[in-house]
Nanobody, 121 residues
Framework: QVQLVESGGGLVQAGGSLRLSCAAS????????MNWYRQGPGKQRELVAG???????NYADSVKGRFTISRDNAKNTVYLQMNSLKPEDTAVYYC???????????????WGQGTQVTVSP
């Protein structure tokens, strides 16, 4: 059974830092693009950052210069280092894998359960 498990969320004061992790488990052969999304209270889910299997990255304008996405392909894990956090970063953060190759099959657009990040003023 394939799972994406996020960790590292919590409560932090504005200006602080958190590091989120998302570990994929199961009989995974490879994962291509991995992304972090977030959904704030009363807001739509939005893309925060993405990273390809080769390490190319992209970021939402609102987090450029503050957040850094990285991955460890050997561990099937993606990270999101979040610095200079703001109250408007408060949201549930979700890990997303665009394609997981599992055995002889592929699973597309796979999501984790989410982890809460709360930034106090």
């Amino acid at each position: 059974q394939v799972q994406l498990v996020e960790s590292g969320g919590g409560l932090v004061q504005a200006g602080g830092s958190l590091r989120l992790s998302c570990a994929a488990s199961g009989r995974i052969f490879s994962i291509n693009d991995m992304n972090w999304y977030r959904q704030g209270p009363g807001k739509q889910r939005e893309l925060v950052a993405g990273i390809t299997s080769g390490g190319s990255t992209n970021y939402a304008d609102s987090v450029k210069g503050r957040f850094t996405i990285s991955r460890d392909n050997a561990k099937n894990t993606v990270y999101l280092q979040m610095n200079s956090l703001k109250p408007e970063d408060t949201a549930v953060y979700y890990c997303n894998a665009q394609r997981l190759r599992v055995g002889l099959t592929s699973i597309f657009n796979y999501w984790g359960q989410g982890t809460q990040v709360t930034v106090s003023p």
